[in-house]
C-alpha cells in the first residue's frame, strides 16, 4: 500500500463525503470505539450505494497520512491518543456496572 497514490481528501463530492463521514462516526459509536481508527467503504457506482466494508481497530502506522493533511502532527496525534486513553481508562476504574438477573424463577 505505500507505493500507492493517495489522494486526500478522495474527491467524491460533498454529499458523498458527508454519508462516509456519517456513517463512519455512527460504526465508531456503534462497537464502543475509542482512540483512531481507519473505516474502510465500498461505493457501488451504477447504483449509488455506501457500504461499510470494515472497521480496522489498529490502522498501520495510525493511517498518520489521514492526518498530516490537516496540519495535525505526528507528536500531536500520539499525544491525544494517549490522552484518550487515560480518560477512558478513569472513566471505566470509576464507573461501576450491575447486572441483576434471577436465574431461579421461570
Not at 463521514?21 to 465500498?42: E, H, N
Request: glycine share 6%; proline share 3%; charged share 25%.
Amino acid at each position: 500500500m505505500a507505493g500507492q497514490a493517495r489522494l486526500v481528501p478522495a474527491p467524491i463530492g460533498e454529499a458523498l463525503t458527508y454519508d462516509v463521514q456519517d456513517l463512519a462516526v455512527r460504526a465508531f459509536r456503534a462497537i464502543g470505539a475509542s482512540g483512531v481508527v481507519r473505516v474502510d467503504f465500498l461505493y457501488q457506482q451504477k447504483s449509488k450505494r455506501l457500504l461499510l466494508n470494515e472497521i480496522n481497530t489498529l490502522p498501520g502506522s495510525l493511517s498518520y497520512y489521514l492526518w498530516e493533511e490537516d496540519g495535525l502532527r505526528f507528536d500531536q496525534l500520539v499525544s491525544m491518543l494517549v490522552e484518550i486513553a487515560l480518560a477512558r481508562h478513569e472513566e471505566r476504574r470509576v464507573t461501576i456496572y450491575s447486572f441483576s438477573a434471577n436465574l431461579l424463577t421461570k
